[in-house]
């Protein structure tokens, strides 16, 4: 039990050691007496307050500390950004002609079947949590591609056609990291770093362009069209690029 100033407010015994710093240092007390027979407090302020800006501060102060003490505060995701399969889609596109641009090329024309069949091959990914340019089913990109009414081809040299796409794929995170606080080895907070949509495409893009082998297939010139497809699956992100 508390005491102020006529006012009391019960305490447990075993909150009581953890809750009197707090009102020491915020309410200025002059001194304390503790009865422990009792469990009563009384306390004598240098400045005085109504009983009712008392009681409202002790219930505030009481609420907080012992909360703090025994409850984990629940987790704390942030303000997420809103992302969107189609703006990732959109944006990537963008960076790949930037890239081609940059190094001499000619732009991709974004082709609406190489978008569906990239974007089926994403979902698949997603759905059935794999990571492969070859499906559950073992088709490549080229069967992949048949299945969905691919039937183009044009000339890759003298003798040579094309028939298939040529095809990149990338996993990437809604998050960068996730920072968590601990007090006295509780989990007190858990902050995801999100990424934005253009942070997203960005790190996609230049993944691809740090490894030789997709790099050449974006920078290669036999290509003239392209179609991104995104799945988002919780915070995991598949990327498709199809290519002829």
């Not at 075993?14 to 009197?20: A, E, T």
């Not at 858990?190 to 997203?200: A, D, F, N, Q, V």
Request: hydrophobic share 40%; net charge neutral; charged share 20%.
């Amino acid at each position: 039990m508390l005491t102020l100033n006529g006012c009391a407010v019960y305490v447990s015994p075993y909150d009581h050691l953890g809750f009197m710093p707090c009102i020491v240092h915020l309410f200025k007390i002059d001194w304390i007496a503790y009865n422990e027979r009792s469990n009563i407090f009384s306390i004598s302020y240098l400045n005085r307050y109504s009983c009712l800006k008392i009681m409202k501060k002790i219930l505030f102060l009481l609420i907080f500390c012992l909360g703090s003490a025994h409850y984990p505060v629940a987790a704390d995701i942030g303000a997420q950004p809103e992302i969107t399969a189609a703006e990732l889609e959109r944006q990537i596109h963008l960076r790949i002609n930037r890239e081609r641009q940059n190094h001499g090329l000619s732009q991709l024309d974004s082709d609406e079947l190489l978008a569906a069949i990239a974007r089926k091959h994403s979902i698949d990914m997603a759905r059935y949590h794999f990571f492969n340019h070859t499906n559950l089913q073992g088709e490549g990109p080229l069967e992949r591609a048949k299945n969905q009414g691919w039937d183009k081809k044009k000339q890759a040299g003298a003798n040579t056609w094309a028939i298939g796409p040529g095809e990149n794929i990338f996993m990437n995170n809604l998050y960068d990291k996730i920072v968590t606080t601990k007090q006295n080895g509780v989990l007190i907070k858990k902050e995801y770093l999100w990424k934005t949509s253009e942070e997203i495409a960005q790190s996609t893009v230049q993944g691809w362009m740090d490894s030789p082998p997709h790099r050449k297939n974006i920078l290669s010139p036999k290509y003239d069209q392209q179609g991104i497809g995104v799945a988002i699956s919780g915070h995991e992100i598949y990327v498709t690029e199809d290519m002829f």
